[in-house]
């Protein structure tokens, strides 16, 4: 067990820093959007949403992670 914690401490230890910095620098937000058509009263009848990036590109970040 004693071989496994090495590279479980630094593969953990990858994954913080490169989350953080991603929280950091190009958070994720959650966008909600109307979907097409309204009732009798024009009020919009349903509704979606989506984890959205506002800054930067995420491909780095993933990049990282999957390594």
């Not at 230890?13 to 620098?25: E, G, H, K, P």
């Given at each position: 067990a004693r071989d496994v914690i090495g590279p479980y401490l630094a593969l953990m230890?990858?994954?913080?820093?490169?989350?953080?910095?991603?929280?950091?620098?190009a958070p994720l937000t959650y966008e909600r959007f109307n979907?097409?058509?309204t009732d009798d009263w024009n009020r919009v009848i349903s509704t979606y949403g989506k984890c959205t990036g506002k800054t930067g590109n995420i491909t780095p970040f993933l990049t990282v992670l999957g390594i």
């Open positions: 230890f990858v994954n913080v820093v490169t989350l953080t910095c991603w929280t950091i620098i979907h097409r058509g």
